[in-house]
């Protein structure tokens, strides 16, 4: 990978990233990463933007329960993998960058063991790119 500075990097320079990920792991269907709040950011092909919106926002969610639960019962530091099992498959989420995350349909046999740790292996090469801002709101149009 380039030595391009996050600020010049574009959404969708990571999908060849996450196509490489969908095929050297078995069972894996789709990837995306996403922001904190549920923006999609790079996805694979295959999902659509529909779907990647919809599993931008659910995936947000599930990261979001998860910080609640660490500040309820944990040490309140944080969240890290996060698993939902389903009918007819899997979602693995797991943190990648400040502020994004990375997130994996996987087929319900996948083996959960490697595709966590391709996972995580493909977050520790590209973290650093994976920066996303929280949004702003504009206060220029306040209407109390």
Do not use: C
Not at 37 to 51: E, I, P, Q, R, V
């Amino acid at each position: 990978m380039s030595t391009t500075d996050a600020s010049h990097t574009t959404d969708r320079d990571f999908d060849w990233l996450l196509e490489n990920l969908k095929e050297k792991t078995p069972g894996i269907r789709h990837v995306l990463v996403l922001t904190r709040d549920g923006l999609k950011m790079s996805f694979t092909a295959g999902l659509g933007l529909d779907g990647a919106d919809q599993l931008s926002a659910l995936a947000a969610g599930i990261q979001s329960l998860s910080l609640s639960a660490s500040a309820e019962f944990g040490d309140g530091i944080g969240a890290g993998q996060a698993m939902v099992e389903f009918a007819g498959g899997l979602l693995l989420i797991v943190p990648a960058g400040d502020g994004a995350h990375l997130a994996v349909v996987a087929e319900e046999d996948g083996e959960v063991g490697l595709i966590a740790h391709n996972m995580n292996e493909l977050v520790e090469q590209i973290g650093v790119y994976l920066t996303a801002a929280p949004r702003q709101t504009d206060n220029s149009d306040d209407r109390r």
